[in-house]
């Protein structure tokens, strides 16, 4: 199994990315997935989740302005990251979570200039 996070790069403040996170093999079990970001010189946090009934969640630094889906056919999952701001730079890292246990994609970068 992989997780292919893709997406990130360099945008103005105020601006939008959509990150995705392309999963490969076979996922049996999935409970939820995630996304998590660290800023440099800080500690991996929450983004915002999906699980498995469609159920949606974020932090609250993000809530309105942030938005994750899936798509099952693609096997993707999405962050939609508008009104972007400085402080949303960091390397943005998507996550499964199943009942075996978690998978971790390898973190896409985003940078917000003010």
């Known amino acids: 199994v992989q997780l292919q996070a893709s997406g990130g790069g360099l945008v103005q403040a105020g601006g939008s990315l959509r990150l995705s996170c392309a999963t490969s093999?076979?996922?049996?079990?999935?409970?939820?997935m995630r996304w998590y970001r660290q800023a440099p010189g800080k500690e991996r946090e929450w983004v915002a989740s999906?699980?498995?009934?469609?159920?949606?969640n974020y932090a609250d630094s993000v809530k309105g302005r942030f938005s994750i889906s899936r798509d099952r056919a693609k096997k993707t999952v999405y962050l939609q990251m508008n009104t972007l701001e400085p402080e949303d730079t960091a390397v943005y890292y998507c996550?499964?979570?199943?009942?075996?246990?978690?998978?971790w994609g390898q973190g896409t970068l985003v940078t917000v200039s003010s």
């Open positions: 093999g076979r996922i049996i079990g999935i409970k939820a």
């Open positions: 996550n499964i979570n199943t009942v075996y246990g978690g998978y």
């Open positions: 999906i699980i498995v009934n469609g159920s949606v």
